[in-house]
């Protein structure tokens, strides 16, 4: 599939490291721009993905990461459905250091596409919005979030439509349905960038 015309204003599909995508995201944090052009773009991926959860996971004690946190946009989300236990990392420091304050219990700079640095089995849940796109992270990191999640745990995350197949995010989605390492509980083709016509697969899997 095509990458949708998003008036070249945020170039994804050219980043090629890691370095690139943090340096592009320091600057796009500048002055609170990411989190205005969200509000242009009318980007629904993080109301849409805590609308989800919400109907699953009924406690508000539970421990969630959100893994590629950014500026907090999730967060918010969460925060203002009562979750009171979250923890969020992202590439960008420049991000995290715009996340607004009570949110979340910790922050922490990291390459989600390396081993993340948190024990097996620790989480209740985890979301990941808006970070499995161009030039970003790899289908092989459902399985690190796999490995941090509790048995019968939450994993809720978006794939950007125009990756989903070609990234091979589909096949990684059926494999880890099949071996049982998850099952599928909502799985839909989300609004996202609504103002953009840009749509994004939101998933959510139950760890077995």
Avoid at 55 to 61: C, L
Avoid at 94 to 114: A, F, P
Avoid at 138 to 166: A, H, Q
């Amino acid at each position: 599939m095509a990458q949708k015309d998003i008036g070249n204003k945020i170039p994804l599909h050219t980043l090629n490291s890691t370095d690139q995508v943090r340096q592009f995201y320091d600057e796009w944090a500048e002055n609170e721009k990411y989190d205005r052009d969200m509000v242009d773009w009318n980007y629904t991926g993080p109301s849409e993905a805590v609308r989800t959860i919400i109907r699953y996971a009924k406690r508000r004690d539970i421990l969630i990461f959100d893994a590629g946190c950014g500026t907090g946009l999730v967060g918010k989300e969460l925060h203002k459905a009562h979750y009171c236990n979250i923890d969020g990392a992202d590439l960008s420091q420049n991000s995290l250091d715009r996340v607004s304050e009570g949110i979340y219990r910790k922050l922490w700079r990291v390459d989600l596409n390396e081993r993340i640095p948190i024990t097996d089995n620790f989480y209740d849940a985890v979301i990941c919005v808006g970070t499995f796109t161009y030039g970003h992270l790899k289908p092989l990191v459902l399985e690190e979030f796999l490995r941090i999640t509790k048995r019968k745990g939450w994993i809720c995350f978006t794939v950007n439509e125009g990756i989903y197949e070609s990234h091979g995010f589909d096949k990684k989605i059926k494999e880890l349905a099949s071996n049982s390492s998850w099952k599928t509980i909502e799985f839909f083709k989300s609004d996202y960038l609504a103002s953009k016509d840009v749509n994004a697969w939101l998933g959510l899997f139950q760890v077995v």
